[in-house]
């Protein structure tokens, strides 16, 4: 019995390198929401791109693994990667105190503040009383609803919640809102740099609160996922530093999208 026995755990032990570099093969699922360009979107063949997708497929290169991509809405992704049913997301979430609470998140992969967008020839010195009475569309879920129904609402801003913030342009273009609250990048990119948005522009300040807007997008893992945490987090360094992150970004951007 005890030479049965010691053969079933040398088997176990020739096994276990097998086992591990079966997980280690195993298609990393990222969850994304493709709605949110240039940071991801749909190409009109209907394949996902944009520069969180290139970075996913850039880390999952440098990381040895394949990429899975599960589309879902972006109030959605924290609760399904926390059922499992990917093993992280990356699509522009900011890394706030009140995402870690419910998730764990990887180093910053970029960083740009969020801005107003009104119509031309508006000016909004102070928000708090220039835009009482006026409605902002923003995300739902997302860090722009949290400062606007924390902080607008209160000053009498009427605030509106939508699916996606591609949604929140179209009614800017059909009258429906006064403004809306995003990331400058996809404010400008999305829409100011469209047809839909001439006649708009930016205004108003920089919101950069910390408490609000965090230290930067990261990728999200479930809680207590370390180990997927680092490896991401090397692989995002190794991009930086061997100019992968820089081909990337000089697709989609004029500027440093990294931040400070």
Known sequence: MKKIALLGAMALSLLSPLVAFADDAK????????????????????????????????????????????????????????????????????ITEERLKSVDFTNKYYHTPARLAMKEGTVINDPL????????????ASIYDRYATE????????????????????????????????????????????????????????????????????????KGDKALAEKINAAIAAIRANGKYKEVQDKYFKFDVYGE
């Open 27 to 94: 298609p990393l699922r990222i969850g994304i929401e493709a709605a949110y360009p240039p940071f991801a979107f749909k190409t009109p063949d209907g394949k996902i791109t944009g520069f969180d997708y290139d970075i996913g497929n850039a880390l999952c290169e440098e990381m040895k693994v394949e990429c899975k991509w599960i589309e879902q809405e972006f109030d959605g992704l924290i609760p399904a990667l926390k059922v499992r049913k990917f093993d992280a997301v990356l699509s522009s979430m900011t």
């Open 151 to 222: 902080v607008f609402a209160p000053a009498g801003v009427e605030v509106v919640r939508y699916s996606s913030q591609n949604e929140i342009f179209l009614d800017m273009t059909a009258g429906r809102l006064d403004a809306t609250l995003a990331d400058v990048v996809n404010i400008d990119d999305g829409f100011l740099k469209t047809d839909a948005g001439k006649g708009f522009t930016l205004v108003g300040p920089a919101f950069t609160e910390k408490k609000y807007f965090g230290e930067g997008a990261g990728i999200a893992v479930r």
């Open 129 to 140: 009383v220039d835009l009482k009475g006026k409605k902002v569309g923003v995300q739902r």
